[in-house]
């Protein structure tokens, strides 16, 4: 029997046709989100982070997402990934670092040749970076050549964004485009000495000891962490509120790698009969102030070395994201001869998104999830992990733990993984 295989023109026809079936299905989507969009009024759900109308939100951007990519032909499409990715990312670095943002004044605007003259970049070549500036949506020139803010690039100037921006143009384009070399070299990205930060900065040391010489820097990065809090998917706030912390009522918990303690503030103003110690490195304690709170105290403490103290809790925030896997055994090696029965292993991190049933709107989540990903690989060869990766990772170093579940909320792309401790 012979199997006729479709000549190449048919085969494009039947492609097309299925496109323009998922382009139809898709602006049929996009306008029904829309519509229930405008007439929704933005209230939040006490189960849920994120508000319908949040949710909405990101729904039609993947929709329309997903109609841009299939409304491409194949060469454009990848076109703007390599050629456009980089110019992107070049030309803002390029604004960012002249100081164009901050030039620009965030009412009214400014001639391009005043602007040119305060930046001291020729006004032509300005403006033709500005024009491109302009097909991503940042600043607008008038045809009487003044240059205004957009709502877009007023973000660069003003709000959480503009003091870490800075980082954003530096860090990440230079360590993601090195990622080739560093597989080349190492075969992986495990580790923070095999990441692709050493290769794009040019540099033998690790992510941690570049931004401890370089305290400028490592101040962007705590302001970019911090900035996290106005996020609504990530924000630290809702650690309150997507656990029953009154499991710890009366009882001590400790914050490892704890920071300032700005986590456990948030967690102890909802639930007040909870005793906090919070560790970290000696050079994050020594310059914190007294705790102004009688059941919160600071402690120096290196979490890859042995948990000095036996308490009812020990809680990790974003720090197994940040260490490749046979450090995080390091970590949780530490903490095990401290564990009693019944004592509570809490890890709050990112976790992988559930699939949705139309792939399209989860794409939010699973971009940022990814990207956050990538992240980890390029600046400390470490990665974000799966809930099953998280439970081997425990169960492969303390088998007496025992997994209670994931607290994740719907909308919430960071979750909160529970152990109780039973004895081997």
């Not at 001291?120 to 403006?127: A, M, P, R």
């Not at 992988?352 to 690989?377: H, I, K, Y």
Request: with cysteine; charged share 25%.
């Amino acid at each position: 029997m012979t199997v006729e295989t479709p000549s190449t023109a048919e085969a494009l026809r039947l492609a097309n046709a299925s496109t323009t079936a998922e382009v139809l299905r898709l602006a049929n989507a996009i306008q029904e989100a829309a519509q229930r969009l405008a007439a929704l009024r933005d209230e939040s759900s006490p189960d849920d982070v994120l508000s319908e109308h949040e949710q909405l939100r990101q729904q039609l951007i993947g929709r329309m997402a997903h109609a841009s990519r299939l409304l491409q032909n194949p060469i454009d499409y990848l076109k703007g990934l390599t050629q456009g990715g980089a110019l992107d990312v070049g030309v803002v670095r390029a604004l960012v670092l002249l100081g164009v943002p901050k030039a620009v004044p965030l009412t009214g605007g400014i001639p391009l040749e005043a602007l040119a003259g305060t930046v001291k970049v020729d006004v032509s070549t300005l403006g033709r970076l500005l024009d491109y500036a302009g097909t991503l949506g940042l600043f607008t020139v008038s045809d009487e050549q003044l240059v205004r803010h957009s709502r877009l690039s007023a973000g660069l100037a003003q709000g959480t964004y503009a003091p870490i921006v800075e980082w954003d143009v530096t860090i990440p384009p230079v360590s993601a485009l090195r990622l080739y070399e560093a597989l080349r070299a190492n075969g992986n990205c495990e580790g923070a000495e095999r990441a692709s930060f050493q290769f794009g900065m040019e540099t033998n040391e690790t992510f941690y000891e570049w931004h401890k010489a370089n305290p400028k820097y490592a101040a962007f990065f705590r302001l970019g962490m911090e900035s996290e809090k106005e996020d609504p998917r990530t924000a630290p706030q809702n650690l309150a509120r997507i656990y029953d912390w009154t499991v710890f009522d009366g009882k001590t918990v400790i914050d490892l790698g704890g920071s300032t303690g700005h986590v456990a503030r948030l967690v102890a103003d909802k639930y007040p009969g909870i005793d906090w110690i919070i560790q970290d490195l000696p050079e994050t304690i020594k310059p914190l102030p007294p705790s102004d709170r009688a059941n919160m105290r600071f402690e120096e403490h290196d979490f890859f070395h042995t948990q000095p103290r036996s308490v009812d809790g020990y809680f990790l925030r974003y720090i197994f994201h940040n260490w490749a896997d046979s450090d995080c055994r390091r970590i949780l090696a530490g903490l095990k001869p401290a564990l009693r029965p019944g004592a509570r292993l809490l890890v709050a991190e990112m976790v992988q998104p559930v699939p949705t049933a139309a792939r399209e709107d989860g794409w939010v989540e699973e971009r940022l999830f990814t990207r956050r990903d990538m992240q980890m690989m390029s600046y400390v060869g470490a990665h974000e992990r799966t809930v099953d990766e998280y439970r081997r990772l425990v169960d492969g170093v303390i088998p007496g733990l025992r997994f209670l579940g994931c607290h994740k909320p719907m909308g919430s792309t960071v979750g909160i993984l529970e152990w109780i401790y039973t004895a081997e």
